[in-house]
Nanobody, 123 residues
Framework: QVQLVESGGGLVQAGGSLRLSCAASERTFSSYGMGWFRQAPGKEREFVAAISWSGGNTGYADSVKGRFTISRDNAKNTVYLRMNSLKPEDTAVYYC????????????????WGQGTQVTVSS
């Protein structure tokens, strides 16, 4: 069982930046594909970004491509999401997730989820 704890959310003005962190409890963290998802009020949870176990492969939703960067530090059991040029439509609860496979982009591939961290972007 992988436990995931997100941090780094908050309130930021449009155009600003935030970096989310997700710390994993599992010693075999480096074998999991990791991803970030988000859920805005009244909307379904959606894919944001994914990274392979080695960090060699990354993928992004079209809505965040060029603005967000996912990375991981396997020595620290941590995955990050750097968010630049934030927009009000980025406002959501952001979730970190771990997949049993080395790389995953579909929500149904993810087995473990954090509790989420709120990101609010004001206009």
């Amino acid at each position: 069982q992988v436990q995931l704890v997100e941090s780094g959310g908050g309130l930021v003005q449009a155009g600003g930046s935030l970096r989310l962190s997700c710390a994993a409890s599992e010693r075999t963290f480096s074998s999991y594909g990791m991803g970030w998802f988000r859920q805005a009020p009244g909307k379904e949870r959606e894919f944001v970004a994914a990274i392979s176990w080695s960090g060699g492969n990354t993928g992004y939703a079209d809505s965040v491509k060029g603005r967000f960067t996912i990375s991981r530090d396997n020595a620290k059991n941590t995955v990050y999401l750097r968010m630049n040029s934030l927009k009000p439509e980025d406002t959501a609860v952001y979730y970190c997730a771990a997949a049993r496979s080395p790389y995953a982009v579909r929500i149904d591939e993810y087995a473990f989820w954090g509790q989420g961290t709120q990101v609010t972007v004001s206009s």
